[in-house]
């Protein structure tokens, strides 16, 4: 897939490091938020998603965190390996169909 | 694992003529999405369905672009005729409810020349 805009933000780290992704998201009514995964040529990939009465939820590896007063979203992967080199997007929506999402970030990384 | 579907991969066409896009949403899914993405816009979103209606197209050109359902297997994007400015990868999605995770294809990565 293609990779969004030309100065895509990039986090490089070490393989075996957690890594921290960051998204500041725009509506403050939004109740929905999700992190997705898309590496190259393929479609974004669902990791994990959190609704707004929550400000912590953990997956395998993953943990998503909210914090409604800074509007602030965060993607910690832990133990980051060579397959999490991707580009990372964070999607909010407020009761609805419609995913806004934001710009993404590429995350490199290198043995 | 249940996946979305998209045909073809790959579209390279002359402007003018007509490129018809398929997918094939995950069983039991009844909302379907269409999305564009390109290097400057990022993801957006064309048109959805929800049991087969289309519910939004307020992201779609009109003019040039029809989205359709012609059952719950099946959707389509058509562009006609196509211009280079169309060149993108065009993602389709499905889902259930709102709220609940939107699941992608692989995309159809479309060249006009």
């Known amino acids: 897939g293609e990779n969004v805009g030309l100065h895509l933000p990039t986090l490089s780290v070490q393989e075996g490091d957690n890594s921290i992704i960051n998204c500041a998201y725009s509506?403050?009514?939004?109740?929905?938020f999700i992190w997705y995964k898309q590496e190259s040529g393929k479609g974004p990939q669902f990791i994990i998603d959190i609704r707004s009465n929550m400000d912590k939820r953990q997956g395998q590896r993953v943990t998503v965190l909210l914090n409604k007063t800074v509007k602030h979203l965060s993607l910690q992967i832990a133990a980051t390996q060579p397959g999490d080199s991707a580009v990372y997007f964070c999607a909010e929506t407020l009761n609805t169909d419609k995913l806004i999402f934001g710009t993404g970030t590429r995350l490199q990384v290198f043995p | 694992d249940a996946r979305v579907t998209q045909t073809p991969r790959h579209k390279v066409t002359e402007m003018g003529q007509e490129v018809t896009m398929r997918c094939q949403p995950i069983?039991?899914?009844?909302?379907v999405f269409w999305y564009r993405q390109t290097m400057m816009q990022g993801l957006e979103l064309l048109a959805y369905?929800?049991?087969?209606?289309?519910?939004?197209d307020s992201g779609m050109p009109k003019d040039r672009f029809s989205a359709e359902m012609p059952d719950a297997t099946l959707a389509t994007l058509k562009i006609q005729p196509s211009e280079p400015r169309d060149s993108a990868v065009y993602f389709c999605?499905?889902?259930?409810?709102?709220?609940?995770?939107?699941?992608f294809g692989d995309g159809t990565r479309l060249s006009i020349l």
């Open positions: 999605a499905s889902g259930t409810d709102s709220n609940q995770p939107q699941h």
């Open positions: 369905f929800r049991n087969r209606a289309p519910l939004d």
């Open positions: 509506n403050s009514a939004s109740d929905y």
């Open positions: 069983l039991g899914h009844n909302t």
